[in-house]
């Protein structure tokens, strides 16, 4: 299923819709636009996207950074793929600085994000989604050359 979809999914049950057509209505778009992004042939447009993360209180970069990853999948050609490993590359360290911070912000000598403060909150959260764009990225290039070390 399609991160585009389950948003989708996650509006109509938060409206208590039974159609999808009522969805398709509430952002103006034709049935067959809607119909599109269901099956995967298109992407969630970020207007929309930030409308269900207003409507269903959902993190808003988490979301974001997903549907980005979704449109990254897509791209076909070799200079895109290329693109994404170095933002791969560059993702990766970024991370380590992220661990790094983490670590060094603890009170103590165990780590316990969601036990300290605020800020360690959210540098977890942020370490988090890296990671989540880490293996995304990852499953996308594994097909085309391999396994690749992420």
């Known amino acids: ?5 389950e948003l989708i999914e996650i509006y109509k049950n938060a409206k208590n ?3 999808y057509k009522q969805v398709a209505a509430d952002f103006e778009w034709k049935p067959t636009t809607l119909s599109e992004i269901r099956n995967g042939r298109s992407t969630l447009p970020e207007h929309a996207a930030l409308i269900i993360i207003e409507e269903c ?3 808003a970069p988490s979301v974001l950074a997903q549907l980005q990853l979704e449109r990254a999948e ?22 380590a600085i992220l661990m790094l911070t983490i670590v060094f912000m603890q009170p103590s000598t165990e780590i316990r994000p969601f036990e ?9 959260k942020m370490f988090r989604i890296l990671r989540i764009w880490f293996s995304k990225i990852k499953a996308v290039y594994q097909g085309e050359r ?3 070390a992420v």
């Open 1 to 5: 299923m399609s991160y585009s979809k």
């Open 17 to 19: 819709y039974k159609q």
């Open 116 to 124: 300290s403060n605020t800020q360690c909150r959210i540098m977890y």
């Open 146 to 148: 391999g396994p690749v």
């Open 74 to 95: 897509r791209t076909s050609t070799h200079e895109g793929k290329a693109a994404w490993r170095t933002i791969v590359q560059r993702l990766k360290g970024i991370a």
């Open 57 to 59: 209180s959902l993190d």
